[in-house]
Every structure is written in structure tokens, then in C-alpha cells.
């Protein structure tokens, strides 16, 4: 297993196709581990000439948990919604720092980024904070942190804010809620699904962690102004049937960076099954392709 480390935290990461190719960089959403971008996905993408890295954030997966670090997750959220300060143990520059520890530890100076969901607004801020390692920016199904967009229907706040699941089986259920919920309509499929879930459990489940990445996603705050002097070409995509980070989130993404090109996908939720493979990946292909060292 390859590991590359930020400080104490150690970032567990897979590749695929030649160190030869430009690289992609793959992040990661809320609680989902490296597997979220299926082999066959990352496949495709190493068919249109990328050398394809995808990696689990902090406290996900086989990456470093953060379990010793006590936190009061109620009382951090209601100090962030008074405007207060909260004690949180890491922010998204953190997380957007373990993933150019991975790009470190492989020897690469640039590469492309994509990043859906929490991913997108990890890469955003390394579009911010380390914008000499990027080469492009696609972000996913995201917003910039501002509340009046990008903002989740009732249903799909209530089911986010829910207890957490304590077993497989629980597990396996608020999966599938989840892919109903925010999940492309068309494309739910429940053996797929289940089986994912089942794969994603046995490899790694700790609800706390997810509860700390929520935290840092709430504690970074906004990020349009800093996005106004973004100068990486950038891709911002989005599914019109996303109910859980509503369109509105990737619209104001693209606004804000200067030069962003906007698509909208007909018929996806906050997912990527592989119904969409083809439209995503090509669309990433076009957007990389037109940047080299």
C-alpha cells in the first residue's frame, strides 16, 4: 500500500496508467473513500492519456483517522451559525494539503485536479492556496461556501443531519435512502448500489470522521473572493437534478473564477454512476487537454 504524509497524517493513494501522462488528481467527497471513483472510471480517464491518482481525504478510509481529537461537533456547529468561532482539529487547507503531499511523494510539480462534492471545494482551494501545482480545475457537483446558494432541499438536509448508521445493515440503508434522495432519478440501482455499500463498509467505517470533515467544510467558510483571483483554468459541472448541493452552488462557482467554463448536466443528482462516464470523462478530457506543462 502507497501512502504519502502531511505532517503526522499519513494520505493512502492508488494510481493507474503511466507516470509518462499528465496527471489527474482525484478528490474525494463528504465521507467517501478513494473507491468512490470506481476502477472502471478511473480506467476511462487513463484511456484519454491521464495518469490517474485517486486517494482517501483525512479521517476516510485508510488514510489517517482522527478519532483522539475530541470534538464537540454540536457545539462547533452552533458556534459557526452565531458567527463564532469554533474548535475544530482540521479546515478544507488542510485536506487541499494532503492531497499536494500525494503529488510530493509521486514527484509531480503539476497536474490536473478534479474534486466532486466536498472534493470540488478541496480543490478549489488549492486552485487558492497552491495554485503553482495545478494545471486545471474541474469541480463537481459543489458550491464556494456562501449560504445563499448551493444549499440542500428539506429532505435531503434532514437525511445529512440524521443519526448516523451504527452496522452494515444501517449502513447499507442510508446509502440507498441517500441515492433516492440526491442520486440521479434514472439511474438508481439497487444491486449496484448495495453491493458498493457493502465494499465501502467493509473497508473503512467511522461516522465520526465524516462528522469532522462536515465541520471542516462549515468552518472554511466562503471562498468566492478568494476564487476571484483564481487564475487555473477551471471546469465546473453540474447535475440539474442535484438536491443536494443545488445547481445554484456550481453557477456561482464559475461566476466568481475568472474565464470558468460552466456545463450542466441533464438527468444527474450528487452522484456519478456510470450512466455518466462517458459525458464526464470526455468533458474532463476536453477541458485537460488543452493545457500541457
Known amino acids: 500500500m502507497a501512502f504519502a504524509r502531511n505532517g503526522d497524517v499519513e494520505i493512502y493513494f492508488e494510481t493507474f496508467g503511466s507516470p509518462a501522462d499528465p496527471a489527474l488528481l482525484l478528490v474525494n467527497g463528504l465521507g467517501s473513500q478513494s473507491i468512490s471513483y470506481r476502477v472502471a472510471f478511473c480506467e476511462r480517464l487513463v484511456d484519454l492519456g491521464h495518469f490517474v ?4 481525504n483525512r479521517d476516510v478510509g485508510l488514510s489517517s483517522m482522527f ?4 470534538t464537540d461537533v454540536g457545539g462547533a456547529l452552533k458556534a459557526l451559525a452565531a458567527g463564532e468561532p469554533a474548535d475544530v482539529p482540521y479546515l478544507l487547507s488542510d485536506m487541499a494539503a494532503d492531497g499536494i503531499g500525494v503529488l510530493d511523494v509521486l514527484g509531480i510539480q503539476r497536474a490536473h485536479v478534479m474534486g466532486a462534492s466536498m472534493g470540488g471545494m478541496i480543490v478549489q482551494t488549492m486552485a487558492i492556496e497552491h495554485p503553482e501545482r495545478l494545471l486545471t480545475m474541474t469541480s463537481l457537483m459543489s458550491t464556494t461556501g456562501d449560504p445563499d446558494v448551493g444549499q440542500p432541499t428539506p429532505e435531503a438536509w434532514d437525511l445529512l443531519l440524521a443519526r448516523p448508521p451504527t452496522d452494515r445493515d444501517t449502513f447499507v440503508v442510508r446509502q440507498l435512502d441517500g441515492a433516492r434522495t440526491w442520486g440521479s432519478p434514472h439511474c438508481f440501482d439497487q444491486d449496484r448500489l448495495t453491493a458498493f455499500a457493502k465494499e465501502a463498509f467493509e473497508r473503512s467505517f467511522n461516522p465520526a470522521g465524516v462528522a469532522r470533515q462536515y465541520l471542516a467544510v462549515q468552518a472554511s467558510g466562503s471562498r468566492s473572493a478568494s476564487l476571484g483571483d483564481v487564475k487555473v483554468p477551471t ?6 437534478a442535484d438536491t443536494l448541493i443545488d445547481v445554484s452552488g456550481g453557477r456561482r462557482t464559475a461566476e466568481v473564477i475568472p474565464g470558468a467554463t460552466f456545463v450542466l448536466i441533464e438527468g444527474m443528482g450528487h452522484d456519478y454512476p456510470p450512466e455518466f462516464w462517458d459525458q464526464l470523462t470526455g468533458l474532463v478530457y476536453a477541458h485537460t487537454s488543452q493545457v500541457h506543462e
Open 53 to 56: 491518482i485517486r486517494y482517501d
Open 67 to 70: 478519532d483522539d481529537a475530541f
Open 235 to 240: 471546469l465546473v459541472l453540474h447535475g440539474d
